[in-house]
């Protein structure tokens, strides 16, 4: 990487240290910045740091307001800081600037762009997530590293390993299968009565060391046959993937599905502690279901 030194304290380079700047990084917001509603018809700009297309850096402290024209009829604004240079000892503030109409932020100058604003028409009340865009921003920084990635994985047959649990009418049939599609093993999970069957069964494993954030699972299932899939922590908690009722089959065939772990439920779900994969079988009298394949891992991607 080439080190760039600036000289301050060159009166050649000093003169033309806003051109270093603005040599390094594309202007845009670096932090915060953010647009709001303070009320029906006026903007909130909420604190933050932005770097200016003349090499400035612009920071504010406190919650900045614009007050918006609310019309019958559509209109597209451009919202933004505009900056004049002075000669002024300490500069001139830079000024907040609503504009009709959306100006791209290739061709802006003299200060950088908050957002745009869409708004429909109708004089209705100004809302946050529909008709606000943020402007260009940067990120000076290195991301942060990605947690490694760690997999507890278990494949069938499930029938020597797992524990059941008999919650409602019979105990289902259990056995395993070769050469279904995909020519593998599968447990199957069968109802062989005339009496609705509800059972849990339990994989125990032991929490990765930087927590779980995704739950698989490869099942089949019949049209009268529902399975669900959760966790179970040792203190008995169940944490439940998001979204919620995805992590159930029903006339489904075999299908790999995977599920984000909501980050409050690792508060249970302690680093090394035991755990299990708690599977659920309603199955109505003659279905059946098919596991292939339960598993966690400790990557879940924040993006």
Same mark, same amino acid.
């Given at each position: 990487?080439?080190?760039? &030194?600036?000289?301050?304290?060159?009166?050649?380079?000093?003169?033309?240290?806003?051109?270093?700047?603005?040599?390094?990084?594309?202007?845009?917001?670096?932090?915060?910045?953010?647009? &709001?509603?303070?009320?029906?018809?006026?903007?909130?700009?909420?604190?933050?740091?932005? !770097?200016?297309?003349?090499?400035?850096?612009?920071?504010?402290?406190? *919650?900045?307001?614009? !007050?918006?024209?609310?019309?019958?009829?559509?209109? @597209?604004?451009? !919202?933004?800081?505009?900056?004049?240079?002075?000669?002024?000892?300490?500069?001139?503030?830079?000024?907040?600037?609503?504009?009709?109409?959306?100006?791209?932020? #290739?061709? $802006?100058?003299?200060?950088?762009?908050?957002?745009?604003?869409?708004?429909?028409?109708?004089?209705?009340?100004?809302?946050?997530? +529909?008709?606000?865009? +943020?402007?260009?921003?940067?990120?000076?920084?290195?991301?942060?590293?990605?947690?490694?990635?760690? $997999? #507890?994985?278990?494949?069938?047959?499930?029938?020597?390993?797992?524990?059941?649990?008999?919650?409602?009418?019979?105990?289902?049939?259990?056995?395993?299968?070769?050469?279904?599609?995909?020519?593998?093993?599968?447990?199957?999970?069968?109802?062989?009565?005339?009496?609705?069957?509800? +059972? @849990?069964?339990?994989?125990? $494993?032991?929490?990765?060391?930087?927590?779980?954030?995704?739950?698989?699972?490869?099942?089949?299932?019949?049209?009268?046959?529902?399975?669900?899939?959760?966790?179970?922590?040792?203190?008995?908690?169940?944490?439940?993937? &998001?979204?919620?009722?995805?992590?159930?089959?029903?006339?489904?065939?075999?299908?790999?599905?995977?599920?984000?772990?909501?980050?409050?439920?690792? +508060?249970?779900?302690?680093?090394?502690?035991?755990?299990?994969?708690?599977?659920?079988?309603?199955? *109505?009298?003659?279905?059946?279901?098919?596991?292939?394949?339960?598993?966690?891992?400790?990557?879940?991607?924040?993006?």
């Amino acid at each position: 990487m080439q080190r760039i &030194t600036v000289a301050t304290g060159d009166l050649v380079v000093a003169a033309n240290i806003q051109e270093i700047l603005h040599s390094l990084a594309d202007p845009g917001i670096l932090s915060g910045l953010e647009m &709001t509603t303070a009320a029906q018809d006026i903007i909130a700009i909420l604190p933050g740091t932005a !770097l200016m297309d003349n090499g400035l850096l612009y920071v504010e402290d406190e *919650q900045r307001q614009q !007050l918006f024209p609310l019309s019958v009829a559509p209109a @597209n604004y451009t !919202l933004y800081y505009q900056h004049a240079n002075s000669q002024t000892f300490g500069g001139n503030p830079a000024l907040l600037v609503l504009q009709p109409g959306l100006i791209p932020p #290739t061709t $802006f100058t003299g200060g950088f762009i908050v957002g745009w604003i869409q708004y429909p028409g109708g004089s209705v009340p100004l809302s946050t997530t +529909s008709m606000f865009i +943020s402007g260009p921003r940067l990120r000076l920084a290195r991301p942060q590293q990605k947690q490694p990635n760690e $997999f #507890t994985m278990a494949y069938a047959p499930f029938s020597p390993k797992w524990m059941q649990q008999a919650l409602v009418g019979v105990s289902p049939i259990i056995s395993d299968l070769f050469n279904v599609p995909g020519n593998t093993i599968v447990t199957k999970v069968l109802n062989g009565s005339g009496i609705i069957s509800r +059972s @849990n069964y339990y994989v125990p $494993f032991k929490v990765p060391s930087f927590g779980i954030g995704e739950l698989s699972a490869e099942i089949q299932a019949d049209s009268g046959s529902l399975v669900t899939v959760t966790l179970i922590a040792s203190n008995g908690v169940e944490s439940i993937p &998001t979204p919620t009722g995805t992590n159930q089959w029903t006339n489904t065939p075999l299908t790999h599905r995977t599920f984000k772990i909501p980050a409050v439920a690792n +508060s249970s779900l302690l680093s090394g502690s035991q755990a299990f994969i708690k599977v659920r079988f309603e199955l *109505q009298s003659l279905n059946s279901a098919l596991v292939k394949s339960l598993g966690v891992s400790s990557y879940t991607d924040p993006f």
